[in-house]
């Protein structure tokens, strides 16, 4: 009850599952991803089974139409289940038991798989597919989500809307997991999981970007840092921490001027992160006299 794509980026080779439905928390129960390996997509009656176990077998050199086989093989209830696997090199496997909900159904595109049941129409999954091929170009988490919003412009599930969720994983393993999770984010219950979703996907970007720069900053790179954040407008109301982290990067670069301008800002819509910001230099991240002089003008 459930439409989802998963697709695998042949630019970058990495590999994502979004997903949405009108049932409580979907990303809990229909994602599942593995750097380097695959992602899966499991749902109608879903069995975490091809998830958990598909990951494994897919590590462990299956393409995708083989584990799906092999999985499937095992399953007392096929007939119940939508499922859809592309391994770590592109290829895909799908298929749309005859107990799915109407509308039910699926469809494949270059490295791609859309894949819904209980839906309002037919060719849901045809439109999945289509946008997300038409943004070629753009951010892969990008893709994904206008993926989820074709669906919605094509009816959707016709019970309604409640959750959403987007995982996203390197084309390698590195040995750091932490690393290899690019994006996971869910929306476990709103009335309008895909128009909340896409928006923590814009800004996931964005803080990440603004993080990485001010890393570099107190690394001692500070020109670095500020071409980091070429292009970023950052509104000091609505995204206070991005602002005090930009403030420390144009205030570790020289342009101390510019910071305290968003400081001065800071102190007047953001007080509680002000306070924090003063931690900065208890702790020896930030020079105490340069925080100073961002949020006081010293």
């Known amino acids: 009850m459930t439409y989802s794509i998963i697709a695998r980026d042949p630019d970058s080779g990495h590999m994502g599952v979004a997903t949405q439905s009108q049932a409580f928390a979907v990303g809990s129960s229909v994602s599942w991803a593995l750097p380097g390996h695959g992602v899966i997509a499991t749902q109608s009656m879903g069995e975490p089974m091809y998830g958990e176990l598909g990951l494994d077998v897919l590590r462990s050199g299956l393409t995708a139409e083989e584990a799906l086989t092999a ?67 753009s951010w892969f988490p990008s893709r994904l989500v206008a993926a989820l919003e074709a669906a919605e412009e094509h009816g959707g599930d016709v019970r309604g809307r409640r959750s959403a969720a987007i995982e996203v994983v390197r084309a390698e393993a590195s040995g750091r997991p932490w690393h290899d999770r690019l994006v996971d984010l869910r929306v476990d219950d709103d009335p309008e999981p895909v128009e909340r979703l896409a928006g923590m996907v814009a800004y996931s970007a964005r803080y990440h970007q603004v993080v990485e720069a001010f890393e570099l900053a107190l690394d001692g790179d500070a020109q670095t840092a500020l071409r980091h954040l070429d292009g970023i407008d950052i509104d000091v109301e609505t995204e206070p921490e991005l602002a005090l982290w930009q403030a420390v990067v144009l205030a570790r670069a020289g342009r101390t001027s510019d910071a305290h301008t968003i400081g001065s800002r800071l102190r007047e819509v953001a007080p509680a992160l002000t306070a924090a910001g003063q931690r900065f230099g208890e702790a020896a991240l930030v020079d105490t006299a340069l925080m100073a002089t961002i949020l006081d003008g010293e």
Request: charged letters at 25%.
């Open 71 to 137: 999985l499937r093989s095992v399953d007392p209830h096929p007939e119940r289940r939508q499922v859809g696997m592309v391994d770590g090199r592109g290829r895909s496997a799908v298929y749309t038991g005859e107990a799915c909900v109407t509308a039910a159904g699926h469809a494949r595109g270059d490295g791609c798989i859309a894949l819904a049941n209980m839906m309002a129409e037919d060719g849901v999954w045809d439109a999945m597919i289509a946008a997300y091929e038409d943004a070629a170009g």
